[in-house]
């Protein structure tokens, strides 16, 4: 085994199958060498000290402005809720993280609707615009009562997390045996994430803590008693200027930025050529008798 360079014993523990032998790969980030799982180890401490998700992070954070962003991610969300709907076509459905709440304003059509998100504002602003219920706090520390849900949904969620297996390990319990998990993530195994290597554009901790392949996210689903039953590499939607920020710096690329954003073209909405995001659908099994205890 390769040395171990993580020191605090809780942060070296690979989240998706518990061994403690770990490389450094590059950029603070560690891989797992039981099961090739990839994280930026960092403390809770740590996390609560950045506040990484105040306000600032959807308007001049990781988003220019979330909210003009709109028409794009409702795009991405729509073909979603298309997806999910050919599993699972009404019911209730939570959604983890759920922002502004523009997925659950697209599924409240078909499903009962509940998010929860950190952010309180982006919350208020959900249920004041969509009438849709949202509760303002940790996932984590929220009181639902378990197998209540036929969806449970995390869009661009499980990439932000330390503990991703505690919040997987939640979502499996307030699903209905039967019922489904829906995971949007980043892809380190998506050809543009290998070709990229340490230049991938969605390195960019401490916003992006785990960084899932396929194979490291069945095994965690598994872990919990979700069983991968569709996948696919989704187009994502997102304006141009998104995208741009999100390219390594370079002079070429600066270039390339001052000239579209003089031109106006740079507030345009695309479809994102690199389909290095993966979205998982996973049943839970109809005999689980509590989560992770398969
Ligand atoms: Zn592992």
């Known amino acids: ?32 060498e039981s099961c090739g799982f990839v994280w930026f180890p960092v403390s809770t401490a740590d996390l609560n000290r950045l506040n990484v998700y105040r306000d600032e992070y959807f308007h001049g954070g990781s988003y220019p402005d979330y909210l003009t962003e709109e028409h794009a991610l409702r795009r991405s969300f729509r073909d979603v809720l298309h997806t999910v709907r050919r599993f699972a076509p009404s019911g209730k459905l939570l959604e983890v993280g759920c922002a502004y709440g523009f997925f659950l304003d697209s599924a409240k059509a078909y499903f009962d609707v509940v998010g929860i998100d950190v952010n309180s504002t982006a919350c208020t602003v959900a249920q004041e615009r969509f009438g849709v219920r949202t509760i303002a706090g940790d996932f984590l520390a929220c ?33 209905k045996p039967g019922g489904y998990s829906v995971c949007w993530t980043i892809d380190r195994d998506a050809l543009f994430a290998r070709l990229s290597g340490r230049f991938w554009r969605y390195i960019y901790p401490p916003e992006h803590l785990s960084y899932f392949s396929h194979q490291t996210l069945a095994l965690l689903l598994k872990r919990f008693g979700l069983h991968i039953c569709f996948w696919k590499r989704p187009f994502n939607y997102r304006n141009l200027d998104v995208v741009m920020r999100k390219l390594s710096k370079s002079r070429f690329t600066e270039w390339l930025y001052t000239a579209l954003d003089r031109s106006g073209v740079i507030r345009r909405e695309m479809r994102v050529p690199f389909r290095d995001d993966i979205l998982v659908i996973a049943r839970k099994s109809l005999h689980v008798m509590d989560a992770g205890r398969e």
């Open 1 to 32: 085994m390769a040395g171990n360079t993580v020191r605090d014993e809780a942060l070296s523990v690979c989240a998706v199958c518990l061994s403690v032998d770990n490389h450094p790969l590059y950029r603070g980030l560690v891989q797992c």
């Open 143 to 175: 009181d639902f009562s378990k197998s209540q849900f036929d969806v449970v949904v995390c869009l661009a969620t499980l990439e932000h997390l330390a503990r991703p297996d505690l919040y997987v390990e939640k979502l499996s319990r307030l699903i």
